[in-house]
Nanobody, 125 residues
C-alpha cells in the first residue's frame, strides 16, 4: 500500500518562500507520478503541479508558474514543491497525491488514488 506524508508547511510573509516535501513509501513507490494539490476554505481542490514517476515530465498550473517548482529525488522517493514569491492567495491546505507513472493530460484530483493528510501553508503579514 502506498503511503504519502507531507511536511514543510507553515506561516510565511508575502514574498517569502517555503519548500514542501512529500515522502512516499510502500510497494513500488517510485512507480508513481506525484501531484501537489491545494484547497482553500470554501474553494474546490485545485492542481498545483505534478511530476512523472521518472521526473522527466512536469506540469504546473498557470497561477503558480514561474514561482513554484516541482522536483523529485527517487533515491529518497520524495517529491518537493519549492514555493517562492508567495502571495496571500496561496494560503491553503496542500496535499500530495499519487497515480501510476504519468500525470495525465488533465491531472484532475479524481485521477489520483492515494493521498496524504495535507500540510497547511499560510501567507500573511
Amino acid at each position: 500500500q502506498l503511503q504519502l506524508v507531507e511536511s514543510g508547511g507553515g506561516l510565511v510573509q508575502p514574498g517569502g518562500s517555503l519548500r514542501l516535501s512529500c515522502a512516499a513509501s510502500g510497494l513500488s513507490a517510485d512507480y508513481y507520478a506525484i501531484g501537489w494539490f491545494r484547497q482553500a476554505p470554501g474553494k474546490e481542490r485545485e492542481g498545483v503541479s505534478c511530476i512523472s514517476s521518472t521526473g522527466e515530465s512536469t506540469v504546473t498550473a498557470d497561477s503558480v508558474k514561474g514561482r513554484f517548482t516541482i522536483s523529485r529525488d527517487n533515491a529518497k522517493i520524495t517529491v518537493y514543491l519549492q514555493m517562492n514569491s508567495l502571495k496571500p492567495e496561496d494560503t491553503a491546505l496542500y496535499y500530495c497525491a499519487a497515480r501510476p507513472r504519468f500525470c495525465g493530460t488533465s491531472w484532475s484530483p479524481g485521477g489520483f488514488a492515494s493521498w496524504g493528510q495535507g500540510t497547511q501553508v499560510t501567507v500573511s503579514s
